[in-house]
């Protein structure tokens, strides 16, 4: 997964991702808004989905909390994000920018055709 996130206490993000699923890869967006953090960072994440019965499970509305930080290529951090289907997401992410990030958001997937 890509994305953007700008923060200065708010924080919003967009990108998008690549799903790798029974053999198969699925292209996906990704928005969201959240708060908590300072700065500007692109993300690349990459990680595991746990508990993902069906591909229609993916998309949808998940709470993430999220913690790392940026200084040029310099990072740490993990994100984890949970939607209502209880679908899990532990992404490890790597940042470029100046960033501090600790806090949550509201992050929305929507599956491409």
Known sequence: MQQVQA????SGATGDG???YRGRTYSFTVSGLG????????ID???EVYDLQTL????GTYAQ?????AIGETSAGDLWLKNGNGVVMHLKAKRTGLM?????DAVVITMRR
């Open 7 to 10: 923060a200065f206490i708010g």
């Open 18 to 20: 690549t799903l790798t």
């Open 35 to 42: 708060v908590g953090g300072i700065g500007v960072s692109t």
């Open 45 to 47: 994440a990459r990680g």
């Open 56 to 59: 229609q499970d993916f998309p």
């Open 65 to 69: 909390g999220r913690y790392g930080f």
């Open 100 to 104: 501090l990030s600790l806090g949550g």
